[in-house]
C-alpha cells in the first residue's frame, strides 16, 4: 500500500546504506504460482540465443526467469555440475515461465517454438521437480564452477536494453581480446542484466590492473548501449567513480542534498554511491582488494 | 530499467509538484493482453459483495479491475447511464481479467463461481464489446450521475486493507448517520481504494462544514483500519493537515529536508502535502471552496 507525502521508502531502497539503518522490514508474501515450466534450450551460435531472448520478449511473454551462460561458461560449469549441457554448445538458455496451469503450458509451448526457429539444436523441458533442480544447480553453482579454472575472476553487474544483447556480446569479446582475459558470459538474459566474468591472477599486480581496466570498459560500453552501472548489486565504491558516465553534476548534487538530509555528516556508509570529493564528510577510503570469491 | 544512486524518479513521483517541474516523461509501452473478460455480479447485500472481493484476491487472483457501487449509488447511476443495474440490488461489483486466453477464462470461471457462493443473485458476462463498454460506461459515469441528483458532493479518497472492507463501509454508514448526510460509496474494491461521496449543498455554510468534518471522520477511519489518507489523489491541501495522523514529527520533519533539497524557498506548490507552520517560506493559503464538479 502507497503512503501520502514523499515516498521515503521507495529513496531508501537502492540507498545502499548511505541514508539510514533499516531495522525492520514489512513484506507482502504472494502465493506460489500454480505451474511452472522449465525449459533448456541449447544453442551452436551465440547469436541465436540472444536473438531467441529478444523475441521472446517482443511476443509479450515474461519469463520469470531467462538466464544465458555461454559457450565457455557452461564448459566451466558442466565440468562441475553435471547438469547435461552439451559440451560443443555455444550457448544455453535456462527459461521458466508460471502462473495459471493453462497459461504456463501455452507460453512454454509458444517459447519452445519461438527458440526453434531461431535454431535452436535441441528445447528440452524438465520433466519433473528433480530435473528441475538440476537445471537450476548447473545456474546457482556457476560462480562456484569457474572458481575451481581460475585463481580469481571479477564479476560485472551491467544491464542493456535487451534489443542490444547480440552487439553488446560482440564487443565484450573484443575487449577480453584488447586485455587478452578470458571473458565467461552468464546473465539474467531476460532483464539484459550481464555478469561478464573476467578471469585473472590477482597475485600478478599487472593482471589486477588490467582486468580493473577491462571491468571500466565493460561498464563504459553497457552505459553506451542505453543501459546502467549495475543491475542488483549496486554501486558501492567499485562504481562511484564511474557515476559520471550516467549523470552530470547536478544530478549528483541533487543527490548529494538528498544524502545530506538522511545523513548530514557522513557516517553511514562514507565513500559509497557518489563520487568522492565533495562534502559530506567524507574521507577517501581503499577499496578492498578484488578476491577469488564471488557470488551472483 | 532502474538507474544506479538514489532513485530521484520515485521521489518525484507523488511528491505532487513540491520538488521540481517535470517537463519530459519516458514510459514503457506494454503490448495489450490478449484477451480479456468483464463480469457484473450483482448482491441483495453489501457485505456479500465485500466478502467476495476478499475472497477473490485471497485465491491469489489480481484482477485488472474490481469496482464495486453500493445500492444508493447504482441507483443514481442507472437512472442516468441506463447500464442494467437492477434497481433492487444492494450492490453490484464490476470485475474485469485480462491476459493470455485460457488464464482470463479460468480466472472469469473461478471468480463467478465465488460470487456465486457468496449469494450474489447473479453473475452477468459482458459477451461483446458493445456490452462491456455499457458496463463500463455506468462506472466511468458514476460521478456524472451523482452531480444530478445533489447541489454538491465531496468526494474522499482513502485506502484500506481489502479485508477491513465490510468493517469500513459499516462505519461509513454510521459517519453518515452521525452528520445526517447521505453518503454513496463507489470504489477500486480490489485495490480496498474507496470514494466515499458525500452529498451536500455547498451553499449551506452549515452544511459545508459538516461536510468537512465528515470527510476528516472518514479519513481518520481509514487510518484506524490499517489504511492511509489517500489512493491516487493525493494530499495537496486538503488532507496536509491530517498527516500527523499517520506520520509523527520526526518523519515529517525528515519530509521538510528532502523537500528543501530540491526546492529550498518553497516557490514550488507552497502549502501543499506537509502541515504548514514549519520553515520552507511557506504562506497559508485558503482551501478552494468545495465545488460540486469531481472527477475519479
Request: charged share 25%.
Amino acid at each position: 500500500m502507497e503512503t501520502p507525502g514523499y515516498d521515503l521508502t521507495g529513496l531508501v531502497i537502492g540507498s545502499e546504506g548511505t541514508f539510514a539503518l533499516v531495522t525492520e522490514i514489512t513484506v507482502r508474501l504472494l502465493r506460489l504460482p500454480e505451474d511452472v515450466r522449465t525449459l533448456l534450450a541449447i544453442y551452436d551460435s551465440l547469436e541465436d540465443a540472444t536473438d531467441s531472448v529478444v523475441d521472446i520478449t517482443a511476443r509479450g511473454i515474461i519469463p520469470a526467469a531467462c538466464e544465458m551462460l555461454d559457450g565457455w561458461t557452461l564448459r566451466a560449469v558442466e565440468a562441475y555440475v553435471h547438469a547435461g549441457f552439451p559440451l560443443d554448445s555455444a550457448a544455453v538458455l535456462l527459461i521458466e515461465v508460471e502462473g495459471v496451469r493453462q497459461a504456463a503450458e501455452a507460453q512454454a509451448a509458444e517459447i519452445s517454438e519461438v527458440c526453434l526457429r531461431h535454431h535452436a539444436r535441441e528445447v528440452r523441458r524438465a520433466r519433473d521437480a528433480r530435473e528441475r533442480a538440476l537445471l537450476w544447480k548447473g545456474r546457482k553453482e556457476a560462480f562456484g564452477a569457474v572458481g575451481r579454472v581460475s585463481p580469481s575472476y571479477y564479476v560485472l553487474d551491467g544491464v542493456i536494453p535487451r534489443t542490444k544483447l547480440t552487439p553488446t556480446l560482440l564487443r565484450i569479446e573484443e575487449i577480453a581480446k584488447r586485455y587478452a582475459f578470458v571473458i565467461g558470459n552468464i546473465f539474467h538474459a531476460g532483464d539484459g542484466n550481464l555478469h561478464p566474468l573476467i578471469l585473472f591472477d590477482h597475485r600478478d599486480p599487472d593482471q589486477f590492473q588490467r582486468a580493473r581496466a577491462a571491468g571500466a570498459d565493460i561498464m563504459q560500453l553497457c552505459v553506451e548501449m542505453g543501459g546502467t552501472l549495475t543491475g542488483e548489486h549496486g554501486v558501492g565504491m567499485e562504481k562511484n567513480e564511474l557515476m559520471p558516465l550516467m549523470f552530470n553534476e547536478t544530478d549528483l548534487d541533487l543527490m548529494r542534498k538528498v544524502r545530506a538530509a538522511f545523513n548530514p555528516v557522513g557516517r553511514l556508509n562514507p565513500g559509497k554511491v557518489l563520487p568522492l570529493g565533495k562534502g559530506c564528510g567524507e574521507t577517501r577510503l581503499r577499496p578492498f582488494p578484488l578476491s577469488a570469491s564471488g557470488k551472483a
